[in-house]
């Protein structure tokens, strides 16, 4: 539905743009400097809201694709706004280099900005010493600063930048559209994974401004066909302002805005058959929740060792090990306030609970290499008994790793501190596996994690390490 909606949402103004091209008479003069002024200074405002916003919701700069795309926001409303502060007749008489230059410039660089977004940063930058991020966030917000100051005090300091040449003008249109294209194509690539609103919000923003830039380059000056960019720069940042908003209000926590956006490179990487994102992704999970942090490392080390005590050997303990890290990766854009509420939860959010494996086989079954532990990860919460779910399967027909992680899963829980209850010693938790042993778990697997408990010397809580190293 939300595919579709943006489909037609993105398709009303080429049809209109086509139309007023196509048919010259439809396309005539109007506008004044007064509506001008006053429809980009709204446009400016909104995306200064946005870039605010995505600051805000940061839990740190250091997070270089949520700087990037908030730059992208600065550097669009801030250029842009130059675009309307130099309309004659307020504070300046006549029309000034400024004028007719920001309007290009302001898609070029937030296309720039964009594409530094979704594409990959290597971790030495984000965790360097010499806090390289917050710097580039520094120097490209005085870069900005400099140009919106410069071509206030001297308007027409860009009369030689050649944007009245028509080869130029499609030059920087074909390059901005790429930008911008490439963008919005891996968000929109990240939505198909997450299904979070705010991912589809920012690709359909981009969307929009790479449809204004065609209005700007091929709409006759002053006409429908040259205003429509204008309206499209306010539903590009209407988009991704609304998106975001409903983010917040299903999640009822600001942060959900930057870790859906942080969450995308470390899906694009696993979707290209790289698992080092896996410890990554995790995180952005567990964020939701600290008082299950590294919940998801415990769980593969539990599974690691019934697996090695049932005789897996390398490969299908590598999967094993695998699917364990992998298994709530469903929670992806559960809100925050269900995982860490500490009653009893409705029906309604029971329900969204327990569409989490689906979601995750989902995910996992679009992932480069990964479709083998799909069918694992999406029957972790299946019963032996077969009152599980989601598919309610009953003993065999459950894959045995995930019956495997099913117990490993459940001793964490029960050995973790909850907001509801206190951790279990580990001699309670092992008895309470066995008495629901041949109902809800598998007895056998069961029997396995018991005595790796007493050969492998496995602790209750194990200390963080690379888990999928150790299954070699």
Known sequence: MALRAAAVALLIPLLLFATLLLVPGFDQPWGTFAFHFYVVSAASLLAAATCALLILSARSIRETRILFLALTFLSLGTIFSIHGLTTPGYFYHLPSAALARSSWLATLVAGFFATLSVVSIPRVI?????????????????????????????????????????????????????????????????????????????????????????????????HYSWWLYHGLFLAAFATVLGGWTLELLRARDARSIAEAIAMRDALTQLNRGRPSPLVSLADQIENHDLETHRHVDRVAAYALSIGRQMGFGTAR?????????????????????????????????????????????????????????????????????????????????????ARIISVADTFDALTSERPYRAALTAEDAKLELLRVAGSQLDPNCVQAFVKSLQTQGVRPRPIAQPIADSAA
């Open 126 to 222: 984000e965790q360097s010493r010499l806090r390289l991020p917050e710097a580039t966030f520094a120097c490209c917000g005085a870069v900005i600063a400099s140009y919106f100051i410069v071509s206030l005090l001297f308007p027409d300091w860009l009369t030689g930048f050649p944007t009245r040449e028509e080869w130029f003008q499609h030059v920087l249109t074909a390059v901005t559209l790429g930008l911008l294209g490439f963008a919005a194509y891996r968000y929109l690539d990240s939505y198909l994974f997450t299904r979070l609103p705010s991912q589809i919000a920012v690709s359909v923003g981009l969307l929009f401004i790479a449809e204004a830039q065609l209005s700007l380059d091929f709409g006759a000056f002053w």
């Open 317 to 401: 303990l590598r999967d094993l090990v695998l699917a364990a890290q992998m298994h709530d990766i469903g929670k992806i854009g559960l809100p925050p306030y269900i995982l860490t509420k500490p009653g009893k939860l409705t029906d309604a959010e029971l329900a969204a609970i327990k569409q989490h494996p689906g979601k995750a086989w989902e995910i996992v079954a679009r992932l480069r290499g990964l479709q083998l532990i799909a069918s694992i990860i999406r029957h972790h919460h299946e019963r032996f008994d077969g009152a599980g779910y989601p598919d309610r399967i009953a003993g065999d027909a459950i894959p045995l790793e």
